[in-house]
Nanobody
Framework: QVQLVESGGGSVQAGGSLRLSCAASGYTDTMAWFRQAAGTQREWVSYSSIAGTTNYADSVKGRFTISKDNAKNTLYLHMNSLKPEDTAMYYC???????????????WGQGTQVTVSS
């Protein structure tokens, strides 16, 4: 069983930055970030595979960076140039293989809220 705990969300003005963290207990292969705005479906943001492959949704490419500290078993999402449309609950997820689809991930955190004001 893997437990994931996110932190680092908050409120920021457009153009600002935040860093989200996801502390994992137990072994993880691929880890990913998803987000869900009110009234919308959960949307894939980025993933980092056990092999070190990373990928980003077009909407965040060039602004967000995913990284992992293997010693701390912690996943990060560095978010720069934030826009109001980035406002959402951000979720960390862990699964076996890289995927953009939520059902591919077995373990999920509780989420951390990011609010970007204009």
């Amino acid at each position: 069983q893997v437990q994931l705990v996110e932190s680092g969300g908050g409120s920021v003005q457009a153009g600002g930055s935040l860093r989200l963290s996801c502390a994992a207990s137990g072994y993880t292969d691929t880890m990913a970030w998803f987000r869900q705005a009110a009234g919308t479906q959960r949307e894939w943001v980025s993933y980092s595979s056990i092999a070190g492959t990373t990928n980003y949704a077009d909407s965040v490419k060039g602004r967000f960076t995913i990284s992992k500290d293997n010693a701390k078993n912690t996943l990060y999402l560095h978010m720069n140039s934030l826009k109001p449309e980035d406002t959402a609950m951000y979720y960390c997820a862990a699964g076996l293989t890289p995927s953009r689809v939520p059902v591919a991930y077995k373990y999920w955190g509780q989420g951390t809220q990011v609010t970007v004001s204009s």
